[in-house]
């Protein structure tokens, strides 16, 4: 019997639509790269929110950090400025106690009410080395503050010199060696207090500037 030519319709159109569809392949690898793609993307957000959240605590920690020094270098600078005139006025006058004659130093007038030492507040220095937060100042900054927080052990050590020369030669026994003592102590004070409130000067500003004040 001879098959009719409606009968073969219905193969053509099936062939021709499976020929059209793409291979099942083709299709879980693009389902594949994109749930890939999609799981890149999120981790990328997270770790770009991650890394904006970590460097908005930093500057916070920064801010911190400086108002801190800002109101300890202010501090430091206000002292100093109050005892360094007397420090000037009686290395002076040991300069002239010991360049006068023997009969001279009996008029000479030392007016020594205390040695009156720097006293140096360093808490925001210790606590920024402690907790690591000097790492979020800028390089520059954190040189100049270590720098000038370096002068002022200097001049602590200085006094603990002289602390240690009075245990040794006590004023009442041997006083010219007492006073030959702290005019020693008051020459380096000399060197070092002026160029240390310049230093606490310039930090004020770069702090003042930092802080957006």
Do not use: C
Not at 27 to 33: D, F, G, L
Not at 156 to 179: C, I
């Amino acid at each position: 019997m001879t098959a009719t030519p409606a009968a073969a319709t219905p193969a053509a159109d099936t062939v021709s639509t499976v020929a059209n569809s793409p291979p099942r392949n083709t299709r879980s690898v693009a389902s594949m790269v994109l749930q890939v793609a999609l799981i890149a993307l999120g981790v990328f957000l997270g770790l770009a929110g991650e890394e904006w959240r970590e460097a908005q605590a930093n500057r916070r920690v920064a801010a911190e950090t400086m108002r801190r020094f800002h109101a300890e270098v202010v501090a430091n600078r206000d002292m100093l400025l109050r005892i360094k005139d007397y420090h000037t006025a009686r290395l002076e006058e040991l300069n002239a106690h010991f360049a006068a004659t023997p009969e001279e130093k009996e008029a000479a007038n030392v007016q020594l009410a205390g040695i009156r030492p720097p006293r140096f507040e360093s808490t925001a220095w210790e606590l920024a080395v402690a907790t690591g937060t000097l790492a979020h100042l800028e390089p520059e900054l954190a040189f100049a503050l270590s720098r000038t927080y370096g002068f002022q052990r200097m001049t602590d050590l200085l006094g603990t010199g002289l602390a240690n020369a009075m245990y040794l030669k006590p004023p009442p026994t041997e006083p010219e060696a007492f006073l030959a003592a702290v005019q020693l102590y008051y020459q380096d004070l000399s060197g070092i207090e002026p160029g240390l409130i310049t230093a606490y000067d310039t930090l004020i500003v770069a702090l003042d500037e930092a802080l957006g004040e």
